[in-house]
């Protein structure tokens, strides 16, 4: 029966192959949606969890959050590291952890910051970073450039890995990061005096620093004053960060640091959690209109499947009033299409969940820019049950169709 | 033996045949005579099953079939009845073997096959596309489909309709050689043919056209 069944697809191998490739477009498109727009939410949410504050120069709260928590987007400015060490003292925290970007390592930005920043985060191998001039890279960044511990790594002053070389001072690797599928497999990791190290090293080089667009603190400085940002170097020098992460010891002590930080307009506190509420918001928003766009296609291309199944099957129709003729019953008529069917849904099932996680590798380091690194071998429920969906819509219309056939009463000779 | 009583078959379009009683007997051939529209066919698909009478019965063996549900009907046609259809009815874009492979779905065992194509002059087209033979080679598959189980009753309509005379007399003589002890009805327009069967039956005095009036008020 299965040999048999083969042998008639074969007979009909261009209409099918113009079926499966609808069915498998159509689901990919769905299966991509459903599983970026999931694994962005999830990475918003676990990320925005570890921090209940964010401490940082006055600007943009989003750009704050987007750039301490995913390493996108550019630093608002500095402020001093003092800062971190009035939270350490005030009682009020259990975490100060200063943060600073703004050199970067081809593309992947370097963070200086302390080893608590990775205090969660497993090393695949080596250890954490000791002291200044070492660095610890993320599991992609590592992969990518093949880097391992001991090896050196020559960074660039600003982000994107196109400044001036830092190439009298490379950092040494002492570990790489285990994937974590978040923003930290795409980032190189170092104390913050290393960042002051190489910026000291490097205004002993060069009396000004003209003309960098990516330095940190470029985004202030186009809104600002962009000519005087350079002349006072606006970054983080010796001393200075580009915000702190904090974990308060309560909602009391929250509100507290809120009042005082919140109150200074050198400085601008935020909830991280509140603020990527309002990006996942926009996030849901577009995540919606996909879903919209998808379930127009999916309807649409149910339509455009169904036709198609119905129209192979009255085209069969004469196929099938030939085994009747000859005396094969609609049993075996029906499991021969449901057989047919049911291998060209399998095919289109697997084929649709292939071509969704190859498309997924392919935009995995365009969603890593922004700061979310997706798992392409991830598969939610919600994809099974779309996979099904595409396995009995192709079943479906055959069952249907054989079914009909079979209730009538008389052949056609 | 296939024996009919008092069959009737009504067409949609309100017309109807009457038949009068046959009988055909095992081990022998019959040639179906007649002008086209003589309702040859029709008779012929009655005994195999495909169309159901209005009234009347076929009975085998003695046996009434006028109670069969279709199920029965297509089990009957797959075990006993080999049938060959005028325009071949065959899968045209599958290979000679695969047609008759086809019905291994139902059991039917197929190992003599290439002795039987052999007979028939067609071994060397076994893997080749219906699609790709000539109209002799195609009814040479029809008939080795219709042969292969060795039914007991082996029913050809018009099986040299799309033939030469020639090729439709070696078709012709290939049917009455590997009927074995089975019964071949054949409807053929081709009066020519006729020596070559046991008996032949002139269509046109066995079945009765009834029109209008004469076909409702029996209905």
């Given at each position: 029966?299965?040999?048999f ?37 999830e990475?918003i ?21 987007m ?15 003092s800062?971190?060490?009035d ?23 370097i ?13 695949k ?11 610890v890279?993320?599991y992609?960044?590592a ?6 511990p001991?090896d ?17 001072s ?9 994937r ?26 060069h009396d ?9 603190g ?10 005087d ?38 400085y ?18 577009s995540r919606r209109?996909?879903?919209i ?9 149910l ?9 192979n099957?009255y ?25 047919q069917n ?6 289109a099932?697997?084929l ?5 996680r190859?498309?997924?590798?392919a935009i995995r ?9 997706l798992?392409?071998s ?33 052949l056609e000779? | 033996?296939i024996?009919t009583q008092?069959?009737r ?29 003589c ?5 012929l698909?009655?005994?195999?099953g ?26 009957y ?13 065959l899968?045209?874009e599958m ?16 190992s ?9 002059g067609?071994?060397r087209?076994?893997?080749r ?6 109209g002799?080679e195609k009814?040479r598959v029809?008939?080795?489909?219709a ?11 018009e ?8 090729t439709g ?16 009805i054949?409807?053929?327009?081709d009066d ?5 069967f ?6 046109n005095?066995?079945?009765?056209f ?10």
């Amino acid at each position: 029966m299965l040999r048999f069944a083969l042998k008639s697809m074969a007979t009909r191998k261009a209409k099918l192959v113009m079926t499966a490739l609808s069915v498998i477009i159509t689901a990919s498109v769905a299966l991509m949606a459903y599983n970026i727009s999931t694994q962005v939410s999830e990475g918003i949410v676990n990320t925005a969890a570890k921090y209940d504050m964010i401490i940082g120069p006055s600007g943009s709260a989003t750009q704050l959050a987007m750039n301490t928590m995913f390493f996108t987007d550019k630093p608002l400015g500095t402020i001093p590291y003092s800062v971190v060490e009035d939270l350490q003292n005030s009682g009020l925290v259990n975490q100060a952890i200063p943060f600073s970007m703004g050199d970067s390592y081809n593309a992947a930005p370097i963070v200086g910051t302390d080893a608590a920043l990775l205090a969660d985060k497993p090393l695949k191998s080596g250890a954490m970073f000791a002291q200044a001039m070492e660095a610890v890279v993320g599991y992609d960044v590592a992969r990518q450039y093949n880097l391992a511990p001991g090896d050196s790594i020559v960074t660039s002053h600003g982000l994107g890995g196109s400044g001036e070389a830092h190439a009298a001072s490379p950092l040494l690797i002492t570990g790489v990061l285990a994937r974590t599928n978040t923003a930290y497999d795409t980032a190189v990791f170092t104390p913050v005096s290393t960042i002051w190290a190489l910026h000291d090293h490097e205004d002993e080089d060069h009396d000004a620093d003209q003309g960098d667009a990516e330095y940190p603190g470029a985004a202030q400085e186009s809104e600002d004053d962009h000519a005087d940002a350079h002349d006072d170097h606006d970054h983080a020098e010796q001393g200075e960060i580009c915000a702190v992460l904090v974990r308060s010891t309560g909602f009391n002590a929250w509100s507290r640091l809120s009042a005082i930080y919140g109150s200074d307009s050198n400085y601008l506190a935020i909830n991280p959690n509140t603020v990527l509420r309002e990006v996942m918001d926009n996030v849901d928003l577009s995540r919606r209109i996909v879903y919209i766009l998808c379930a127009v296609i999916l309807v649409m291309n149910l339509f455009v499947v169904s036709v198609i199944a119905l129209l192979n099957m009255y085209d069969s129709r004469r196929e099938i009033a030939l085994m009747r003729l000859i005396g094969i019953s609609m049993k075996k008529i029906n499991r021969l299409y449901l057989i047919q069917n049911a291998l060209a849904g399998l095919a289109a099932a697997a084929l649709s969940l292939g071509l969704s996680r190859l498309c997924l590798l392919a935009i995995r380091q365009f969603v890593a820019s922004m700061g979310i690194v997706l798992d392409a071998s991830r598969v939610y429920p919600m994809e099974w049950i779309i996979l099904l969906a595409v396995f009995l819509l192709s079943i479906l219309p055959t069952a249907i169709c054989t079914h009909r056939m079979s209730r009538r009463a008389t052949l056609e000779a | 033996m296939i024996t009919t009583q008092d069959l009737r078959m009504r067409f949609s379009d309100g017309t109807a045949i009457r038949y009068d009683d046959l009988r055909f007997e095992d081990g022998k051939s019959y040639a179906l005579l007649g002008a086209s529209g003589c309702g040859k066919t029709t008779l012929l698909n009655l005994l195999a099953g495909i169309l159901i009478p209005a009234e009347g019965d076929i009975q085998i063996d003695g046996q009434s079939t006028s109670g069969w549900t279709q199920k029965a009907r297509d089990a009957y046609r797959i075990a006993h009845i080999g049938c060959i259809f005028q325009d071949f009815k065959l899968l045209e874009e599958m290979t000679v073997a695969d047609n008759i492979n086809l019905l291994r779905l139902e059991g039917v065992d197929v190992s003599g096959m290439d002795a039987l194509l052999d007979r028939l002059g067609i071994l060397r087209l076994k893997r080749r596309r219906v699609r790709r033979l000539s109209g002799g080679e195609k009814q040479r598959v029809a008939i080795a489909r219709a042969l292969i189980k060795r039914p007991a009753l082996i029913l050809a309509d018009e099986p040299t309709g799309n033939l030469n005379f020639e090729t439709g007399e070696a078709v012709v003589a290939q049917l009455i050689e590997n009927m074995g002890s089975g019964t071949l009805i054949t409807v053929t327009h081709d009066d020519r043919l006729a020596p070559r069967f046991n008996c032949v039956m002139d269509m046109n005095a066995v079945a009765h056209f009834e029109f209008g009036r004469e076909a409702d008020a029996r209905a």
